[in-house]
Nanobody, 119 residues
Framework: QVQLVESGGGLVQAGGSLRLSCVAS????????????MGWYRQAPGKQRELVAA???????NYADSVKGRFTLSRDNAKNTLYLQMNSLEPEDTAVYYC?????????WGQGTQVTVSS
């Protein structure tokens, strides 16, 4: 069973930084042939869940236009962990952030971590 556990959210002032982590169990990040994509999504109150950043098995990383140049997606295969480095945070980045791994076993989501950016 694949499980994803996010951490690293919190309250930060505008202009600040946070790094989110997503630790996966039940799936091995080194087994790239079964992973289609992995990334981060977010959902603000009253809004739909949206893509923040995702890396595909083909090696491409896609970022939402609103976070390009500020957020960076990375992974540590040895630790089975996905990261999202968020710099120059803005109040509009306030949301619950979810980790997602899309694999041959299905699409898996974490429980989410709250990020709140104060102005």
């Amino acid at each position: 069973q694949v499980q994803l556990v996010e951490s690293g959210g919190g309250l930060v002032q505008a202009g600040g930084s946070l790094r989110l982590s997503c630790v996966a169990s039940g799936i091995n990040f080194r087994r790239i042939f079964i992973i289609n994509a992995m990334g981060w999504y977010r959902q603000a109150p009253g809004k739909q869940r949206e893509l923040v950043a995702a890396a595909t098995s083909g090696g491409r990383t896609n970022y939402a236009d609103s976070v390009k140049g500020r957020f960076t997606l990375s992974r540590d295969n040895a630790k089975n962990t996905l990261y999202l480095q968020m710099n120059s945070l803005e109040p509009e980045d306030t949301a619950v952030y979810y980790c997602n791994v899309n694999s041959s076993y299905g699409s898996h989501w974490g429980q989410g971590t709250q990020v709140t950016v104060s102005s």
